[in-house]
């Protein structure tokens, strides 16, 4: 297809309507319907894989956008009553198959590339440092959706072709894609789904962004590639088939590609998404790490970090831990915390609700409570902890800096709540001697590395509250 013809197309075709709806569509959604891409480490600009991400969850409703579409282009002929006259011209009716598809597949990829382009400018201009390569395949197989189920879409229309066919098979699309969407389950530490992994996997939008070192691992971009381009030669078959036997031939690039796939796509849910062992890799400033994804915020944290920890080796001696590492272990909504086993490191989140806007001496503080009394229950933006295990790390927090109990901002826990039950614990745990009080709370910081009793129980010597 050369310029002339796709500058035409462009013209007479429904394909810039196509375009425009799936840009301004995406970007409204994005910027004025408050939701987890706004929030958090996962924020859709915090990093190029969330970006990516963010932008492919999108086709929930872009790609059945996509289908009834190119249905409606599909049916362009039809209404315009020249089918049997464009039948009786020298031109193969592939020719005109492709340039149809074609102008179709170049308006919409335009259009999500220009999501993808205002995406990334927003992560560039963004507090980030970490550039890999990865989150393309994620966003080219995203485009690669659109045209195909644009394709398909005007080739069933072309069998087909009635007005409830667009609309028809964009319910379809719609409905399909929310049976087969994958879902975030409590049970697994990775996404999950009702239907089996592989035919989830059929599916062109990914589940939600929880996990921020999470992407999709090489076999899935493999095998939906292939089903993809296989729904693209079916739709693009069946635009240029004028015989019913023609047609039936038209669904084998489908029925191969999607054979095909459900072969290489993976069975099993850890397969799916995996952790970036790059964005994972430790990034440090002396005894202060995080993940290589982070390494912008390393900056502000080292500093911070030191002086937490020298507070705590002048506190607890040779008991105090020694190191701050980000966690970089994917866990389920509601799962423990994977804790070191190591009792000298302390692992810190980033998605912890207390430090997300912590800075200096805010931040010295939330890290010296989550050295002494490390959570078994994380905070999130969609958990809290319990208010036992908040309650202990601001009364180890008031005894390594000295001072009486302050509420930890940050929680869904009431400052009157976090008060009374501190005031009632630091009484009873003052009135020991130091030395008895110190072991206390060497205790407490045990059962809280191993996760194996409550803190606070053990900080008081016994639940009395």
């Known amino acids: ?45 915090a990093q190029w894989t969330s970006m990516a991400l963010w932008t492919r969850y999108l086709l929930v409703f872009l790609w059945p956008v996509a289908v009834g579409l190119g249905a409606l282009q599909g049916l362009r002929d039809h209404r315009s009553k020249v089918a049997e ?60 959706a659109l045209a195909a189920g644009a394709a398909l879409g ?29 879902v975030q ?13 592989r035919l989830s996997l059929l599916s062109p939008p990914v589940v939600d962004v929880r996990e921020t070192l999470l992407t999709l691992s ?16 079916t739709g693009l078959a069946l635009l240029a088939a004028t015989r019913p036997r023609t047609r039936l031939l038209a669904l084998t690039p489908l029925l191969a590609g999607g054979a095909l796939a459900l072969l290489v796509l993976p069975a099993h849910p850890r397969d799916t998404y995996v952790v970036d062992r790059a964005a994972a890799a430790q990034v440090c400033d002396g005894p202060v790490c995080v993940a290589a994804v982070r390494q912008a915020r390393l900056d502000s944290l080292a500093g911070p970090g030191k002086e937490a920890l020298r507070l705590m080796r002048g506190a607890l001696g040779d008991a105090a831990p020694a190191t701050f590492r980000e966690t970089t272990v994917p866990r389920a909504l509601g ?10 490191s302390v692992f810190i989140d980033f998605d912890d609700t207390v430090m997300a806007d912590a800075t200096g001496d805010r931040l010295t503080r939330v890290l010296v409570a989550q050295g002494m009394a490390p959570l ?12 036992e295990d908040t309650v202990a790390q601001s009364i180890a927090l008031a005894w390594v800096l000295g001072e009486e109990p302050r509420p930890v901002d940050g929680t869904m826990h009431t400052t009157k709540g976090q008060t009374e039950l501190a005031g009632r614990v630091w009484e009873r745990f003052t009135a020991l001697p130091r030395a008895e009080q110190r072991q206390r709370i060497i205790a407490m910081r045990a059962a809280a590395v191993s996760c194996s009793q409550d803190a606070l129980t053990v900080l008081a010597g016994g639940r009395f509250w």
């Open 218 to 233: 090489v076999p899935v971009h493999l095998g939906q590639t292939l089903w993809l381009l296989g729904m693209a030669a």
């Open 335 to 344: 799962a423990l915390a994977r804790q070191p086993h190591d009792s000298r």
């Open 85 to 144: 006259l464009l039948a009786s011209t020298p031109r193969p009716p592939l020719h005109r198959a492709a340039s149809l598809a074609g102008t179709m597949a170049f308006a919409l990829g335009s259009a999500f590339a220009l999501l993808v382009l205002v995406g990334s400018v927003r992560v560039i201009a963004g507090d980030t440092s970490y550039t890999p390569l990865g989150w393309l395949p994620i966003s080219l197989v995203a485009a690669l």
């Open 185 to 197: 389950s409590s049970d697994h530490v990775l996404p999950t789904s009702a239907a089996p992994n």
């Open 1 to 45: 297809m050369n310029l002339r013809i796709l500058r035409i197309e462009l013209r007479r075709s429904v394909a810039p309507w196509a375009g425009a709806v799936v840009l301004v569509t995406s970007l409204a959604f994005l910027h004025l319907v408050p939701g987890p891409w706004w929030t958090g480490t996962t924020l859709w600009t």
């Open 376 to 387: 078994c229950n994380p905070r999130s933006v969609n958990e809290s902890g319990t208010l």
């Open 154 to 182: 005007m080739g069933v229309a072309r069998t087909l072709p009635s007005v409830l066919t667009p609309p028809a098979l964009a319910v379809c699309a719609f409905l399909s894609v929310s049976f087969l969407r994958q």
